[in-house]
């Protein structure tokens, strides 16, 4: 029987595509409230950029790469340019083919901007706008193929219900390497200088991150119906709980509840809950949320001793978070809430999904890890990717756009010198303060 469009599913999915677009300036926000002041309007840049270039790159090869019929690991070419895309449903859906289209392509854009924060400070913008390029091509699109579009992770019986693997295990792993292969910051004197430079700016890119997962999670159910209902659910509690048991982290190893604290556990928790969000019940996310921040503190305390220079902490907020969301969705799934899922190890479907769920992520992250090294490599060689000493300690502000977030202030506020009260709260822990 032919599909019809449904138009209360179609407005909820329209709705979520606006929500997950929101999501991108949210984290330009975030991520550049964390970063010092003369490297501002650099940072929110990378997020924007994405907006533009991810996009183009979706319509015209990345969909198709990534949904078209295709073998296990690639997509064909027929959305080619989106030809065969229109105002018709989608097959087993009751949605335009458009909705559907771009409702995903929101995650591709936001997907290689998360990379950004692990290379800040420091990376030629133009190498950046190649990177996110090829990485969509050669990262994204073959892994959303694995996982969403009928590839070999699918038929393996693995549960990514908004993106835990395809989005957050593969930014985060790539992160993690090219923090690596770019090298710490050359002008990273002080620990002072690098704390998060407007906190309004973080609290508000975390707002504005929490209000958009709603779509991105439960517009993942591409309906509005009960399991779209129990994914916001689902989110909310996982954002709420990981953000009390950072704050409460933060108390029990002597320092201030901080709201940079407070609004990274959020994230980490909305990190966590995302591959699992339509598949468990309100108490798994809550428990999810929990682990989920307690893991990804203890990584950022971790990473931070190994002088390994993920500026924001990428790694340990998305890739952490996404591996333990990945992993605990083997353990906390259960078909009494989504009978298109699968039984999880809590409720008596033994370690199936489990071993499922592992291959998942180690096959991301090996893939998008691999990757992310030769593009870097071959990028490097070929025109170089890292802004030269004189750059970084002009700021990339400055040296890559002839721009400045605050023209008016002194050098010292653009470096951000701190106040006196900043002994106070040094020991604040947060995303930034890692080396």
């Excluded at 969403?148 to 908004?162: K, N, V």
């Excluded at 108390?251 to 339509?278: F, Q, Y």
């Amino acid at each position: 029987m032919q599909p019809t469009i449904d138009s209360g599913n179609t407005a909820w999915i329209l709705t979520s595509t606006a929500l997950v677009l929101l999501m991108t300036p949210g984290l330009a926000f975030f991520y550049g409230g964390l970063v010092r002041g003369k490297n501002v309007l650099n940072t929110m840049m990378m997020s924007i950029i994405a907006m533009g270039v991810v996009a183009i790159q979706w319509a015209v090869l990345g969909y198709s790469l990534s949904f078209a019929e295709g073998n296990s690991f690639i997509g064909g070419l027929g959305f080619f340019g989106l030809e065969n895309v229109g105002a018709a449903p989608v097959e087993g859906m009751t949605i335009p083919h458009y909705a559907f289209m771009a409702f995903q392509m929101m995650f591709a854009v936001i997907t290689p901007a998360l990379i950004s924060g692990a290379v800040v400070e420091r990376m030629k913008f133009k190498a950046y706008v190649f990177f996110i390029l090829a990485w969509a091509v050669c990262v994204y699109d073959p892994l959303c193929h694995w996982v969403w579009g009928g590839g070999w992770i699918a038929d393996l019986g693995a549960l990514d219900f908004a993106g835990g693997t395809v989005v957050h295990v593969s930014a985060g792993v790539s992160a993690l390497v090219a923090a690596l292969i770019l090298g710490r910051r050359s002008s990273l004197i002080a620990d002072e200088e690098s704390r998060a430079h407007n906190v309004p700016f973080v609290l508000l890119g975390a707002a504005l991150l929490w209000f958009g997962w709603f779509g991105f999670n439960a517009g993942s159910a591409l309906a509005a119906d009960g399991i779209a209902a129990l994914a916001i659910v689902t989110t909310n509690l996982a954002a709420a709980a990981a953000m009390i048991i950072w704050v409460a982290l933060d108390v029990w190893k002597g320092r201030r509840p901080s709201a940079v604290g407070a609004a990274t556990g959020a994230v980490v928790g909305l990190v966590t809950i995302t591959p699992a969000a339509g598949f468990v019940t309100p108490m798994g996310a809550i428990a999810m949320g929990l682990l989920g921040a307690l893991v990804a503190f203890t990584a950022i305390e971790r990473l931070g001793r190994l002088g390994i220079d993920d500026t924001l902490d990428v790694f340990a907020c998305h890739g952490v978070g996404g591996i333990v969301g990945s992993i605990l969705t083997g353990v906390f799934a259960t078909k009494a809430v989504n009978s298109g899922g699968a039984d999880g190890l809590l409720y008596g479907g033994g370690a199936e999904l489990l071993i499922a769920q592992t291959i998942s992520v180690l096959a991301a992250a090996a893939f998008a890890g691999g990757c992310t090294a030769v593009i870097l490599i071959a990028m490097k060689a070929m025109m170089g990717i890292r802004a030269n000493s004189e750059l970084e300690d002009q700021g990339l502000d400055l040296g890559d756009h002839g721009e400045a977030a605050y023209p008016l202030e002194s050098p010292a506020r653009l470096l951000h010198v701190s106040p006196p009260i900043a002994p106070q709260i040094a020991d604040t822990h947060s995303v930034t303060g890692s080396d």
